[in-house]
């Protein structure tokens, strides 16, 4: 199997992790990125451990060490009146309690990491400027269509083309994502710009009625990022990366207490987007002959338990143990679908209830035994390099 010609739609997180992870397997894959020139975009990241366990099996251990930043603590505010409700133990205790660390990173500073480990391992394994516009397969090969005219034949197709993904309405039919009701406001800012003490814990959740505020550290503890997602009706802008302005995001928050609008304040310009927050159906299957998708392609999630991530980068240390133990391509995806297919679907439903939780502004939802969190769901106890397939 090691032998079969591997081609992967996407150098996003999950096609790079699928692809580091291949490679030490000893297969050759070949990713296909419709963008001219590798990038991620500025903004923070959250890695629980079941992420963290998925990184380091794909060779990211040093990157992680090196790039990520392992908070000792964690917290929930109350919206209002700033108070700490919930106080979150991290750092040794998750590292105790699930054998890997929860990491805060910069999504840049992750991605650069895995395409300079898979161009390391092979420097022809990443092809740019290829937008996947069609496919077709025979039962034994697939063939891959891009705008710019190049056609590439596999063993197996791999749509890791994010939530429009192109693989997947060549599989499965046009469909557009739904959207939520909310919409989510990211912002980067240097800590040099803030009052001494006002990030607290190191990273904190406020939550109240119709929005939530989320800020955390990354970098050495030199930036903070911060995802502010507010409840709206309508929206008419396309993209999920529009700038925003810091007036728009203290008009969402006004009534909040002051360290909201006092780190929206200190957002330098150009470092402030918005985007609208979409959802999908969970797909039945996913899987077609040869073809088969992942993370956002297969199972869009909703923000509130900060799993996205993590949920695609499980996905592709998965698929690529199920390529590396089966003895078929077929019995291989569908070897992968049952092992994804209702963690998947289960950790989209939470994260959907758990919105309902952080914004209802409920105080029950503010006690420790009501607060919905990957952690307390069970989520991070998963270790995608070791869980039986």
């Known amino acids: 199997m090691n032998k079969a010609e591997i081609a992967i739609v996407g150098a996003g997180m999950s096609g790079l992790v699928a692809a580091c992870t291949l490679q030490r397997m000893g297969f050759r894959p070949r990713v296909y990125e419709k963008s001219a020139a590798l990038g991620e975009v500025g903004a923070g990241l959250t890695l629980a451990p079941n992420a963290t366990h998925a990184l380091q099996f794909a060779g990211l251990t040093d990157a992680l060490a090196m790039h990520g930043m392992s908070p000792g603590r964690a917290g929930v505010r109350h919206w209002r009146t700033g ?3 919930i106080s ?3 750092g040794d205790q998750l590292l ?11 999504r840049a500073d992750l991605h650069a990491a895995l395409a300079a480990k898979v161009l390391a391992n ?8 290829c937008e996947f516009t069609a496919m077709r397969q025979d039962g034994s090969r697939v063939e891959a269509q891009f705008a710019n005219g190049e056609r590439v034949t596999a063993d197996v197709l791999i749509g890791a083309d994010g939530v429009r ?10 469909d557009q994502p739904r959207f939520t009701g909310y919409i989510a406001f990211r912002g980067l800012v240097p800590c040099d710009a803030l009052p001494t003490g006002i990030i607290e814990p190191p990273s904190c959740l406020s939550t109240g009625p119709d929005r939530s505020f989320t800020r955390y550290l990354i970098r050495g503890g030199r930036v903070v990022n911060y995802v502010a997602l507010a409840q709206r009706d309508g929206w008419q802008e396309e993209g999920w990366s529009i700038p925003a302005t810091v007036d728009e995001v203290l008009r969402e928050y006004h009534g909040w207490y002051d360290d909201v609008a006092t780190i929206v304040r200190a957002t330098p310009v150009g470092s402030l987007f918005k985007w609208a927050v979409c959802d999908r159906a969970t797909l039945p299957a996913w899987t077609q002959g040869r073809v088969t998708l992942m993370g956002d392609a297969a199972h869009a999630m909703l923000p509130f338990l900060g799993s996205g991530a993590a949920i695609a980068i499980e996905d592709a240390v998965i698929l690529a143990r199920c390529l590396e133990c089966s003895e078929s391509i077929d019995a291989a995806l569908q070897r992968y679908f049952l092992a994804r297919h209702e963690r998947t679907a289960w950790v989209a439903q939470k994260s959907r209830e758990a919105a309902r939780n952080y914004h209802s502004g409920r105080s029950e939802h503010y006690q420790r035994d009501k607060h919905i969190t990957a952690e307390s769901l069970g989520i991070w106890a998963y270790n995608p390099a070791t869980v039986s397939i």
Do not use: N, P, T
């Not at 993904?165 to 046009?174: D, K, T, Y």
């Open 122 to 129: 092979d420097s022809a394994a990443i092809h740019l400027d």
């Open 83 to 85: 108070k700490l409700m």
């Open 96 to 106: 105790e309690q699930f054998g890997a660390r929860y990491y805060q990173i910069h």
């Open 165 to 174: 993904s192109g693989v997947r309405a060549a599989l499965f039919g046009q």
């Open 88 to 90: 979150l133990e991290r």
